[in-house]
């Protein structure tokens, strides 16, 4: 993607104690007063990308369920008066600790997102490679 065509953010604004992962209330809180408000000023925004368990709840709550394992996956969430793809990934720092996962990240779920990509959001993904 091209760097000027996409927003990076953080669904938790702060680190937590000793870099654990964020507890759900944190990810609610955060969610509520900042990640709602960043959201709503991307108005150009079609799709996300949460990177982690963590990210993902903090966009899609807890009313849907995602599927176990390394598969790739999308939904559709309700923002506001828009609706927005989400279409989660695994969080960089799961790959590190997985390096034996990379080869299939690498030759199936990322083209695989690409496919999900290109099928679900033909035109920003044609925006997005400009």
């Known amino acids: 993607l091209a760097r000027g065509k996409l927003a990076i953010t953080n669904c938790v604004k702060c680190h ?8 759900n209330k944190e990810v609610i809180i955060c969610r509520d007063q900042w990640l ?6 991307l108005t150009a ?3 996300l990308m949460p990177l982690g368990k963590p990210a993902l709840f903090g966009v899609i709550g ?3 369920k995602p ?6 996956w999308y939904t559709r ?5 828009r609706t927005l793809l989400v279409v989660p990934l695994p969080h960089p720092a799961w790959i590190l600790r997985a ?3 990379r080869g299939d990240l690498q030759g199936r779920f990322l083209p695989a997102i690409v496919e999900i990509l290109a ?10 490679k400009g």
């Open 67 to 72: 599927p176990t394992g390394v598969e790739p």
């Open 99 to 101: 390096p034996g996962m």
């Open 119 to 128: 099928r679900e959001a033909p035109e920003a993904y044609a925006r997005s």
């Open 45 to 47: 925004c079609e799709v």
């Open 36 to 41: 709602g408000r960043e959201l709503d000023a």
């Open 62 to 64: 807890t009313g849907l």
């Open 77 to 81: 969430v309700e923002f506001g008066e």
């Open 16 to 23: 937590t104690a000793d870099n654990r992962p964020p507890k």
